[in-house]
């Protein structure tokens, strides 16, 4: 059975500090594992990883990906209040379009 | 260039109505995928279509239907609704049917009483 498997579930953080969330990931016929950012509503894509070792950024958010040991983190760096969000690790499975989904990390930035 | 639209945003229904939620795909995109989202369960694939055709769908019972139209817009339809079916219903669109990147429209929120 296809899995994902997010850790923590939740962790609260300081403006400016560095976070670092983890995914494992258990799927049939890898194809990918994808990161999204869900505020209030709508999944936001963040990255989508496919080949082991090479990191994807953006402005100061980053994703790794270890094929070998099916495991994937997310780091964000001098987070900001509006870090605060869900973030979904996700696998397709059977086809592109259908996404195994982690619980979740919930991600609280104090100010 | 729009996102995935989904209508309507909020609806009531009382135990035993049907409902039909409406997705349309980001132009271009040819590939739309439902999910349901609940406290609970999280995330979880509803049904996946490309061409008029579903691919694929997840282990929700027959009262969960879907379908895609010619122009790629899509709709689901949940009959003789129950309590447990109150959730976000989230559409996502994809270029096609073997591109990864899935986006997500803002869900219709469903509440049945």
């Known amino acids: 059975e296809d899995k994902v498997v997010q850790s923590p579930l939740s962790l609260v953080v300081h403006e400016g500090d560095t976070v670092t969330l983890n995914c494992s990931y258990e799927v049939t016929n890898f194809r990918s594992l994808l990161w999204y950012k869900q505020e209030k509503k709508a999944p936001t894509f963040l990255f989508m990883l496919t080949s082991s070792g090479i990191e994807k950024k953006s402005g100061r958010l980053s994703s790794i990906l270890d094929k070998k040991e099916l495991f994937s983190i997310l780091n964000i760096t001098a987070t900001q209040t509006g870090d605060s969000a869900i973030y979904l690790c996700a696998g397709p499975t059977d086809s592109w379009g259908k996404l195994q989904f982690g619980a979740g990390t919930q991600v609280v930035v104090t100010p | 260039k729009a996102g995935v639209t989904q209508t309507p945003r909020y609806l009531i229904k009382t135990r035993g109505q049907q409902v039909t939620l409406s997705c349309s795909p980001i132009?271009?995109?040819?590939?739309v995928s439902w999910y349901q989202q609940t406290p609970g369960q999280g995330l979880q694939f509803l049904f996946e279509y490309f061409s008029e055709t579903q691919r694929n769908k997840g282990n929700f019972p027959g009262r969960f239907s879907g379908r895609q139209f010619s122009n790629s817009r899509s709709e689901m339809n949940v009959s003789t609704l129950e309590l447990g079916d109150s959730a976000l219903y989230l559409c996502?669109?994809?270029?096609?049917?073997?591109?990864?990147?899935?986006?997500f429209g803002e869900g219709s929120r469903l509440t049945v009483l």
């Open positions: 996502a669109s994809s270029l096609d049917r073997d591109h990864g990147e899935l986006f």
């Open positions: 132009s271009g995109h040819r590939s």
